[in-house]
């Protein structure tokens, strides 16, 4: 095992897509002495458990814009950083049963088209030759972004975290951060069980674990773990060679092509927050009663496996981007709700720049952490999966 660094410019802490997303910007604008720690293996949490959704609609600018850009990088991941994810630009549609949703999603889709995304509002008709294999009663209308889909988590980490090597950054993983020294009001040692870093600044990227590692920091990140599911069916010989990452929004049914299959998954507004990622089958039967009310053909597939998951929960559901107000050498991304994955390219580029004092692409001051204290609440996102 390689010894790990006595010191380091910035320590990153979480080896997931964030991460590994922010490790790479940061060596490729010249940062030296970037060291990233993962207490086990790269992507192992919830970035390779997740769906895989990329996507840009959502229902503020801030989301939308970090959604778009980074939509813009995967579709260019091949050459930059240079490795394959398997994009498939299938599309989003949300199926939407009340007319509030519907009132909803027609000024979210005027704001997204304000600002270059390319959703629109369709009919029923429509929404069922996209994924036939819904059923359209009580629907009445759909969302739908033809330049939204799905690719590979696990990829999407290993071409940052390569690409963050082959740039100086060191990745260490099997390390366990147990604590910070402080002098003054900032961090100047990272204490892990395999020996002390020196540090300048530290980033906290460390998803549903992330409130462990601002107390340590001397910073509430108020973000809650919450256990999510999904499950694969067996190979499916008719299926249409073209799907849809396809949402009920009600109900929060989704399911999109994987290999000969589908992927399916959605929230259990039962889930109690906590650790536990053990995959369990008492969710089924909510799963098979939403089945049953938007894709009742479904059910009549059998299924083969499935994994549990974390999602890293903030109370307005939006992520938690910025730089500590108590202790300036620190900043933080996490708590993306869902979202982190498939924002990772672009937070990556927001965290580079706020770490040199740079200006980002997006303003992303309504996301500090000190909204939760200070009253300056934003609206919750609700486009939630």
């Avoid at 979202?339 to 965290?351: D, I």
Wanted: net charge negative.
């Amino acid at each position: 095992m390689p010894a790990l660094p006595t010191s380091a410019e910035v320590v990153v802490i979480g080896g997931g897509a964030i991460g590994t997303s922010i490790a790479f910007h940061l060596a490729e604008a010249g940062v030296r002495d970037v060291v990233l720690l993962e207490r086990g293996e790269l992507g192992q949490e919830s970035t390779c458990k997740a769906a895989g959704g990329v996507r840009a609609q959502f229902s503020d600018r801030i989301n939308i814009e970090l959604g778009a850009r980074s939509l813009e990088a995967f579709g260019r991941f091949a050459r930059h950083p240079g490795q394959e994810i398997d994009l498939h630009r299938v599309g989003y549609l949300f199926l939407l049963s009340t007319e509030a949703d519907v009132a909803s999603f027609e000024r979210d889709v005027e704001l997204q088209n304000d600002l270059g995304v390319t959703s629109r509002m369709i009919d029923v008709e429509e929404a069922a030759r996209l994924s036939p294999r819904i059923a359209t009663d009580g629907l009445l209308a759909a969302a739908f972004s033809p330049d939204d889909g799905h690719c590979t988590p696990e990829s999407v980490v290993l071409g940052y975290a390569t690409g963050a090597r082959r740039r100086g950054a060191r990745i260490c993983t099997g390390v366990t951060v147990t604590g910070m020294e402080h002098v003054g009001d900032e961090i100047r040692t990272v204490r892990t069980d395999r020996g002390d870093i020196t540090v300048g600044t530290v980033v906290c990227a460390a998803g549903a674990w992330s409130a462990a590692v601002g107390e340590m920091a001397g910073t509430a990140l108020p973000v809650t773990p919450y256990k999510r599911q999904i499950v694969f069916t067996e190979p499916m010989p008719d299926l249409e060679p073209t799907v849809p990452f396809t949402i009920d929004f009600t109900t929060s049914f989704y399911f999109h092509r994987e290999a000969r299959g589908l992927l399916m998954g959605m929230s259990d507004p039962e889930q109690g927050p906590g650790f536990d990622q053990t995959y369990t089958e008492d969710w089924l039967p909510r799963l098979g009663e939403a089945m049953e009310r938007r894709a009742p053909g479904l059910l009549e597939v059998g299924l083969t496996s499935g994994w549990g998951g974390l999602y890293e929960v903030t109370p307005d559901h939006n992520a938690l981007i910025g730089r500590s107000s108590s202790t300036p050498n620190l900043l933080y991304a996490t708590g993306f709700s869902g979202h982190g994955f498939l924002q990772a390219p672009a937070v990556g580029e927001v965290v580079r720049d706020l770490v040199r004092d740079r200006t980002p692409f997006v303003d992303v001051g309504p996301l500090s952490a000190d909204r939760f204290t200070d009253g300056s609440e934003i609206r919750p996102e609700s486009h939630i999966v």
